[in-house]
């Protein structure tokens, strides 16, 4: 996959019942390099969906996150998948390593003790967030 053109879609979803044709939240549409990025625990991520969409009311939020020194962290809250777009490494969940590599998802749910070493490029979806107050060092 390009990452230059990887394009991120989602439609968010409230619990009001659509039809056909009537959306019932925002329709996003971002392109990867014209997001704001930064540094954070898990290395320098671009942030797709986040803080800044709040006032649309996503589904989830999504940061595509080239690995660094990715600290030992959970979250009381939110729920993280980790797809690997490229490279490879290991995934540490409540002290277990896993071998990942491109192509490859982890589901990470609330209170699991997570981190990642490598070099690979992770999109990150965090559900309902990828906040700050929900980060908590181990």
């Given at each position: 996959?390009?990452?230059?053109?990887?394009?991120?879609i989602?439609?968010?979803?409230?619990?009001?019942?659509?039809?056909a044709?009537?959306?019932?939240?925002?329709?996003?549409?971002?392109?990867?390099g014209?997001?704001?990025?930064?540094?954070?625990?898990?290395?320098?991520?671009?942030?797709?969906?986040?803080?800044?969409?709040?006032?649309?009311?996503p589904?989830?939020?999504?940061?595509?996150?080239?690995?660094?020194?990715?600290?030992?962290h959970?979250?009381?809250?939110?729920?993280?998948?980790?797809?690997?777009?490229?490279?490879?490494?290991?995934?540490?969940?409540?002290?277990?390593?896993?071998?990942v590599?491109?192509?490859s998802?982890?589901?990470?749910?609330?209170g699991?003790?997570?981190?990642?070493?490598?070099?690979?490029?992770?999109?990150?979806?965090?559900?309902?967030?990828?906040?700050?107050?929900?980060?908590?060092?181990?």
């Amino acid at each position: 996959m390009d990452l230059e053109c990887l394009w991120i879609i989602i439609r968010t979803v409230t619990h009001t019942e659509a039809t056909a044709g009537q959306a019932t939240g925002s329709i996003l549409i971002r392109h990867e390099g014209n997001t704001p990025r930064e540094r954070s625990a898990c290395g320098w991520r671009d942030r797709l969906i986040s803080r800044e969409d709040v006032a649309s009311s996503p589904a989830a939020w999504a940061h595509a996150v080239d690995i660094d020194g990715a600290k030992l962290h959970f979250h009381k809250r939110s729920t993280e998948l980790y797809y690997v777009l490229d490279g490879s490494g290991t995934v540490s969940l409540d002290g277990a390593e896993h071998a990942v590599h491109k192509g490859s998802l982890v589901h990470i749910p609330p209170g699991v003790i997570h981190g990642a070493r490598g070099r690979m490029r992770v999109l990150v979806i965090g559900i309902p967030d990828i906040a700050d107050d929900d980060y908590f060092e181990a």
